[in-house]
């Protein structure tokens, strides 16, 4: 497959180096010749100077026998009119762009990306997808990660066992159902020490390890409890950051949970008011530094259960997530986009981290995988992804029992969706044609993995 990526920035650098990993043939287009350069030297990919718009530098990107377009530049514009180059002179059959602005979101404004408009065939919006991601955090208590799959018939959920009320700590995976009977739960990754490893049924839960599980939605409160968390819904929320993700977040907080009292803390005078006139009395708006502890005073942060920091600083949302713990807020959320910072985030007493970058990233690689990958969420950048999947007529997934298949290693099923509803799979669990599996797939294990999804000679991509 040859791709384009237009914009070598952190986003657009780590999905050509994931696709060039994969064995793809990737141009990377960016006006910065420094970064054009980096990529080109740091990843088996091709850098190229250039206006990733202007019709001269996509053709000498390779447009004309281009199968992809993934334009994730700064610029919402250049990406829309990256894509409508793409395919409009070259006819590029697959165009992806990041849109960020959220007049280019409204619902009315859908229409611009119809095929004979701005043909548009998936536009990812971070800001969108942060919030929620957050959102989904507030209503999972005590879990660091959550991500419904498969039409919300499963849920994984990324949970610190760092306390001595886990009544894992110490015990063998495979003495999972001898501590909880009739689990509905498989423990499909575990990140211990900033390493992470695809449990098998000898390993053992140590006190500090953050462990990634695949349940149902009805036993996510039974599995939190047995791993020592009981946490409350946060009623008492302060927002850091009116930006495009902050007024997000409290929008869908107002329309979903009216029963949460709101702050939002914003240092631009002119947002700060914007923001004021846009939610009402949906939330109480405050201008001011989150970093002046007489402002986090004045929003009773020592009284608040979380504080979600979201300003487009790192080091703002950092420590104002540190300051707000230090004055009595139970649990911190905090934006971070600089991958570097997320191993010193525990230390810090940060409670979950979201990364904009990773989202966006997971959203993009689902659209270049076999095409039975139904959706795809990136567990940490080195390590792997968890994914829905649909099993082929044909493939060898579903040629016997899972014991007898011989599963590669880093390839685990952590659920089976069918007809009749969720099944949390054993040894003997047979996958059928048409089912959707689960499944954490280390990104050394993912060539294997896609070979076994794929079908017969007519259905492999």
Do not use: W
């Not at 020592?302 to 139970?330: H, P």
């Not at 689902?366 to 940490?380: E, G, K, M």
């Amino acid at each position: 497959m040859r791709i384009i990526v237009c914009g070598a920035g952190q986003v657009g650098s780590t999905i050509a180096r994931h696709l060039a990993v994969e064995g793809m043939d990737v141009t990377v287009v960016d006006l910065d010749a420094a970064q054009a350069r980096r990529v080109d030297e740091s990843y088996d990919v091709r850098g190229m100077v250039g206006h990733a718009s202007h019709p001269e530098v996509l053709e000498k990107a390779g447009a004309r026998d281009a199968d992809m377009l993934i334009a994730v530049t700064r610029s919402d514009e250049v990406n829309m009119v990256a894509s409508q180059v793409a395919y409009t002179l070259f006819r590029v059959p697959r165009r992806i762009a990041r849109v960020r602005h959220h007049g280019y979101l409204d619902p009315l404004s859908r229409a611009l990306y119809a095929a004979d408009q701005l043909p548009i065939d998936v536009v990812i919006s971070p800001e969108v997808e942060v919030a929620n991601g957050i959102a989904r955090r507030l209503r999972t208590p005590g879990a660091f990660d959550t991500m419904p799959l498969a039409d919300g018939k499963v849920q994984l959920i990324g949970i610190h066992a760092d306390t001595h009320d886990c009544a894992f700590i110490g015990k063998a995976i495979r003495d999972v159902p001898t501590i909880m009977p009739d689990p509905h739960m498989i423990i499909v990754a575990v990140i211990r020490n900033g390493e992470a490893f695809v449990p098998n049924g000898d390993d053992v839960i140590e006190l500090g390890d953050d462990v990634y599980v695949v349940t149902e939605p009805s036993r996510v409160d039974r599995v939190m409890s047995v791993f020592g968390h009981q946490e409350r819904v946060a009623r008492r929320v302060v927002i850091v950051g009116g930006g495009n993700v902050g007024l997000n977040l409290a929008n869908m907080l107002a329309r979903d949970a009216p029963y949460v009292r709101l702050k939002l803390i914003e240092h631009s005078r002119e947002r700060a008011e914007y923001i004021s006139r846009e939610l009402g009395e949906k939330a109480v708006v405050l201008l001011g530094d989150a970093l002046d502890t007489e402002v986090l005073d004045e929003a009773n942060i020592g009284s608040a259960e979380t504080v979600v920091a979201v300003t487009n600083d790192d080091e703002t949302n950092i420590f104002s997530s540190v300051l707000a713990k230090r004055m009595g807020c139970k649990r911190a959320i905090t934006l971070v986009n600089k991958s570097s910072y997320e191993p010193i985030m525990p230390s810090l007493g940060i409670d979950a981290v979201v990364s904009p970058n990773a989202i966006t990233i997971s959203t993009i690689l689902r659209h270049v995988r076999h095409r039975s990958v139904t959706a795809l969420y990136t567990l940490r950048e080195e390590f792997g992804e968890v994914i829905e999947a649909r099993a082929q007529e044909g493939s060898k997934l579903t040629s016997g029992p899972l014991k007898d298949i011989g599963l590669p290693e880093g390839f685990l099923i952590g659920a089976v969706v069918h007809d009749s509803g969720v099944l949390i799979p054993t040894a003997e669990t047979h996958i059928k044609p048409g089912d959707s599996v689960i499944a954490m797939v280390t990104y050394k294990a993912l060539r294997k993995a896609e070979a076994f999804l794929a079908g017969d000679r007519r259905d492999r991509s």
